[in-house]
T-cell receptor, first 113, second 115 residues
Framework: AQSVTQLDSHVSVSEGTPVLLRCNYS??????LFWYVQHPNKGLQLLLK??????LVKGINGFEAEFKKSETSFHLTKPSAHMSDAAEYFC???????????FGAGTTVTVRA | EAQVTQNPRYLITVTGKKLTVTCSQN?????MSWYRQDPGLGLRQIYY???????DKGDVPEGYKVSRKEKRNFPLILESPSPNQTSLYFC??????????????FGPGTRLLVL
């Protein structure tokens, strides 16, 4: 069975500085991993996904994530935060052949001007 | 336009009064799923369906029912709602490729209050 731990419930950064959101997962088989973003009072939108191709995954709006099997991590980064990045971010894992999805508890990002 | 629709978007009801939240997708996706979102808990999967007439329990199925009679529709049924089912509910759909989940497309959400 898979599970996800997002290590920070809240991250606060200044505009123009890097953002790091940490995600550790457990998975029995080769997983699919996703990052989704939810802006206030909105639905969820895919930022990026890993499905056993390149370990460094680039997503929308300048975000990227690196799959590290040895560390069971899938941390999300962005080199320069923008005010529009203020949102809640969810790390998600799904095992191959197991159609359940497990979400992390979420990380709320605040961007200071 | 590719989308997942949910109705109603907002619902206030009373304990024990049966209700149904509809979900429909126009992308011919095999996989559909229901989640509830509660503060500090992220999204938790209630039920999912891999195809017509194939459904399975997620992590929090108690108090909910689903059916998948058509590929595009996946209604969520609360036979006897209770206050602890007050939550924000999301429906989502995706395709499956080689046993792996593809991108989930989420509906706009249904905010339910059970008094």
């Amino acid at each position: 069975a898979q599970s996800v731990t997002q290590l920070d419930s809240h991250v606060s950064v200044s505009e123009g500085t890097p953002v790091l959101l940490r995600c550790n997962y457990s998975s029995s088989y080769s997983p699919s991993l996703f990052w989704y973003v939810q802006h206030p009072n909105k639905g969820l939108q895919l930022l990026l996904k890993y499905t056993s191709a390149a370990t460094l995954v680039k997503g929308i709006n300048g975000f990227e994530a690196e799959f590290k099997k040895s560390e069971t991590s899938f941390h999300l980064t962005k080199p320069s935060a923008h005010m529009s990045d203020a949102a809640e971010y969810f790390c998600v894992v799904s095992d191959r052949g197991d159609y359940k999805l497990s979400f992390g508890a979420g990380t709320t990002v605040t961007v200071r001007a | 336009e590719a989308q997942v629709t949910q109705n109603p978007r907002y619902l206030i009801t009373v304990t024990g009064k049966k209700l149904t939240v509809t979900c429909s997708q126009n992308m011919n996706h095999e996989y559909m799923s229901w989640y509830r979102q509660d503060p500090g808990l992220g999204l938790r999967q209630i039920y999912y369906s891999m195809n017509v007439e194939v459904t399975d329990k997620g992590d929090v199925p108690e108090g909910y029912k689903v059916s998948r009679k058509e590929k595009r529709n996946f209604p969520l049924i609360l036979e006897s709602p209770s206050p602890n089912q007050t939550s924000l509910y999301f429906c989502a759909s995706s395709s499956i490729l080689a046993g792996l989940q593809e991108t989930q497309y989420f509906g706009p959400g249904t905010r339910l209050l059970v008094l």
